[in-house]
């Protein structure tokens, strides 16, 4: 069965940063899509990056610039790097593999509170 487990969440001050990890197993992690989604408490979740296996990024407009999106084929594992964190940036993070197996991993809370 494939797993993704998400690790790297915390508590951030406004400005500050944090990187999240995905790693994944049993699967052959680079033929798929991965992206990064996140859901804020009474609000629908929501994409936030994408890494397609043909080496593709998209951002949300929200974290162009200040978030990056990268994945570590051989070691399975994606990555998202914020920067410049915002409290509106507060959420549950999750990561996705993509079609056909459209999997999600537990997720991570990342706060961004002084």
């Known amino acids: 069965q494939v797993q993704l487990v998400e690790s790297g969440g915390g508590l951030v001050q406004p400005g500050g940063s944090l990187r999240l990890s995905c790693a994944a197993s049993?699967?052959?992690?680079?033929?798929?899509?991965m992206a990064w989604y996140r859901q804020a408490p009474g609000k629908q979740r929501e994409l936030v990056a994408q890494f397609t296996s043909g080496g593709e990024t998209t951002y949300a407009d929200s974290v162009q610039g200040r978030f990056t999106i990268s994945r570590d084929n051989n070691n399975k594992v994606l990555y998202l790097q914020m920067n410049s964190l915002r409290p509106e940036d507060t959420a549950v993070y999750y990561c996705?593999?993509?079609?056909?197996?459209?999997?999600w991993g537990q997720g991570t809370q990342v706060t961004v509170a002084s």
């Open positions: 049993r699967i052959t992690f680079s033929i798929y899509n």
């Open positions: 996705k593999l993509g079609p056909p197996v459209n999997r």
